[in-house]
């Protein structure tokens, strides 16, 4: 049973700074696209960022670009989120998920998800 748990969420001041983690076991994790989506109240979960299987590849929603880096440890199993310049409108839940197909960004199309982390940024 794949298992992907995040951490690293809270509360933030806006154009503060935090560093989401996914630690991911139970698959062979450099196999898979990794990448994170985040839902905010009210709304459908969005892509945010993902990464190839190497890490030689990255590609972010539009609204994250030049504030967010995605990394990916595949030695330790982990992704990673870094989060620069947060903005209200960044406040969600935020979702890690592994998948096959990097450029297929529909939601239904990533079949591991986790938990989430909450991400709430104060204006």
């Known amino acids: 049973q794949v298992q992907l748990v995040e951490s690293g969420g809270g509360l933030v001041q806006a154009g503060g700074s935090l560093r989401l983690s996914c630690a991911a076991s139970?698959?062979?994790?450099?196999?898979?696209?990794v990448g994170w989506f985040r839902q905010a109240p009210g709304k459908e979960r969005a892509f945010v960022a993902i990464i190839s299987q190497s890490g030689g590849n990255t590609y972010y929603a539009d609204s994250v670009k030049g504030r967010f880096t995605i990394s990916r440890d595949n030695r330790k199993s982990t992704v990673f989120l870094q989060m620069n310049s947060l903005k209200a409108e960044d406040t969600a839940v935020y979702y890690c998920?592994?998948?096959?197909?990097?450029?297929?960004?529909?939601?239904?199309?990533?079949?591991?998800w986790g938990q989430g982390t909450q991400v709430t940024v104060s204006s």
């Open positions: 139970r698959f062979t994790f450099s196999n898979y696209v």
């Open positions: 998920v592994a998948g096959s197909n990097m450029w297929d960004l529909r939601t239904a199309s990533w079949p591991y």
